[in-house]
């Protein structure tokens, strides 16, 4: 069983390798987010989780799918992305949480757009009582997305300088890739809260060995610029044969990991 189509991956839009953001645009662009979905909890609230889609797809489909696992004591917040001109696709409008261009490991990343998103996560998460533990997660484009959200908890700002609000207690990306992998070991050196925030902070990394849309040896890269940059509870799970979707055994896993490292009790009251 897997959940494949646009329910789950993002279909053929989702087009993109890893490390490979886009090209630099000066001028300020606008951004005009969709539709948030939320998942309220079955039982007592412990947890909210901002989930992010891959690219093309939407925050509807992914709500669909956290409503049935076994996680009462979790809010799902699930958003849609801007739609905008993406520059993989000739300038083709979609769904992304930013743009991605030239298909090369040395391409310059979005930072523009990964700062719009990040903070619109965190804007997201500002309302949150002060006693309930914060999370983001996502797949492809969300994932990596998420993994940025983890970088700008650890650093405390933005690409942009601007501080950085949410506290983030757990991470998850899906079938993703990690934004600005070359520049945060040197961003994160000497700076001690830095570190200290990055050493804490738990991420889970999933991905499949047959992706054929974000390829494995990313994942794998991913985990280890984590590891390398002070990150030192970076979890990462591999699935032999899994493409670019998810199945019930990888969900099963983000459900025990959440579960741990959230401390849920599955209290259903």
């Known amino acids: 069983m897997s959940f494949t189509g646009s329910s789950m991956g993002s279909g053929l839009l989702d087009l993109l390798f890893p490390f490979s953001p886009c090209c630099g645009q000066t001028a300020r662009r606008a951004f005009n987010f969709g539709r948030t979905y939320v998942v309220r909890p079955k039982g007592k609230h412990q947890a909210t989780v901002v989930w992010l889609h891959g690219l093309g797809d939407n925050g509807s489909s992914w709500s669909q799918l956290l409503e049935t696992l076994p996680l009462p004591n979790i809010k799902w917040i699930c958003p849609t992305s801007p739609t905008r001109p993406v520059s993989i696709f000739g300038g ?34 500002s309302t949150e009582p002060a006693d309930i533990k914060l999370g983001v997660g996502g797949f492809s484009m969300g994932a990596a997305t998420a993994l940025y959200c983890a970088s700008c908890c650890a650093l405390g ?15 998850v990306g899906l079938s993703g890739w990690l934004p600005c992998s070359k520049t945060l070991k040197n961003k994160l050196e000497g700076e001690n809260e830095a570190v200290t ?56 896993q983000v459900c025990a990991w959440l579960s741990s490292n959230l401390g849920l009790d599955g209290s259903s009251s």
């Open 157 to 171: 700002k933005y690409a942009s300088g601007n501080p950085y609000p949410a506290r983030i207690s757990t991470v």
């Open 92 to 125: 083709f409008p979609s769904t992304a949480w930013f743009d991605v261009g030239e298909l090369s490991e040395n391409a310059a990343d979005d930072l523009e757009g990964l700062d719009a998103s990040a903070a619109h996560v965190a804007n997201l998460l």
């Open 197 to 252: 925030r990055a050493a804490s902070l738990p991420v889970l990394l999933c991905h499949g060995t047959s992706d054929d849309v974000v390829p494995y040896k990313f994942g794998e890269k991913s985990s280890g610029t984590l590891k390398a940059a002070g990150f030192q509870n970076v979890t990462f799970k591999s699935y032999n044969g899994l493409g670019h979707f998810t199945i019930p055994e990888e969900m099963d």
